[in-house]
Nanobody, 118 residues
Framework: QVQLVESGGGLVQAGGTLRLSCAAS???????????YRWYRQAPGKQRDLVAA???????NYADSVKGRFTISRDNAKNTVYLEMNSLKPEDTAVYYC?????????WGQGTQVTVSA
């Protein structure tokens, strides 16, 4: 079992910056099996979409809509993943969820609200 706690959401004006964090906790065996950290987001009335992902070795993937603006990183020693969000747009408004793939399970955080005002 892995528990995830997100933080860092809030209200920001368009063009601003936010940094989300997601701290994973659990048994050492479970934490050692974390292969991928992912950030998803879900806006009201829309499906949950993948925003960014980072693998154990540092490989990253981004949704086209955030490329060049968002940066995902991880601190393996702290079992924490970050999402640096720059040049925020109103369309980035959503609940952001952290997700980890730790065989044999997938785990989700509770979500953190990000609101970008025009």
């Amino acid at each position: 079992q892995v528990q995830l706690v997100e933080s860092g959401g809030g209200l920001v004006q368009a063009g601003g910056t936010l940094r989300l964090s997601c701290a994973a906790s659990g048994s050492p065996a479970s934490l050692s099996r974390i292969a991928w950290y992912r950030w998803y987001r879900q806006a009201p009335g829309k499906q949950r979409d993948l925003v960014a992902a980072i693998g154990r070795g540092g490989t990253t993937n981004y949704a086209d809509s955030v490329k060049g603006r968002f940066t995902i990183s991880r601190d393996n020693a702290k079992n924490t993943v970050y999402l640096e969000m720059n040049s925020l747009k109103p369309e980035d408004t959503a609940v952001y969820y952290c997700n980890v793939e730790a065989f044999p399970g997938l785990y989700w955080g509770q979500g953190t609200q990000v609101t970008v005002s025009a």
